[in-house]
């Protein structure tokens, strides 16, 4: 499978029946989104957020979907996949899959957040420095959220 879409599409295939519109509930998005990431006329590429959704909320190996390679020797991601998430707070469902990847995704997981999280104190750091040029000029600026 040579892209994140094509992977994409094998989940939904193998785990979903081939329903896209179970499989972005499942993630927590509109059925209607799926359409962006899918088929062949549009086909964007996911966004950090979409790629943690579907980790959070399956079994899927973090590794597998990001990267690919050979699914033998990726644990084949999208036939070993469980929903194991929550949708609205409604069970997907009521079980969870403790797999030995799991501390791999764990660790990748975390350094996904670290590396957002020094990607928000760069924000902030630039936020703050805005907002200190708009008070040095007498420009009223917007109120943090």
Known sequence: MQTINDRIEAIIAQSFGGNKSAFAKAIGYKPQIMSTYLGTT????PSIDMVAAILSNTNVDARWLILGGDDSTNNSAASNVSVT???????????????????????????????????ITM???QLDVLRGSARATGVQAPASP
């Open 85 to 119: 998430g929550h949708h609205n707070n409604t069970a997907v469902d009521g079980t969870l899959t403790i797999t030995t990847g799991d501390a791999e995704r764990v660790a990748t997981l975390e350094q996904l957040v670290a590396t957002q999280q020094k990607y």
């Open 42 to 45: 549009r086909r964007s590429k």
């Open 123 to 125: 924000l902030e750091q």
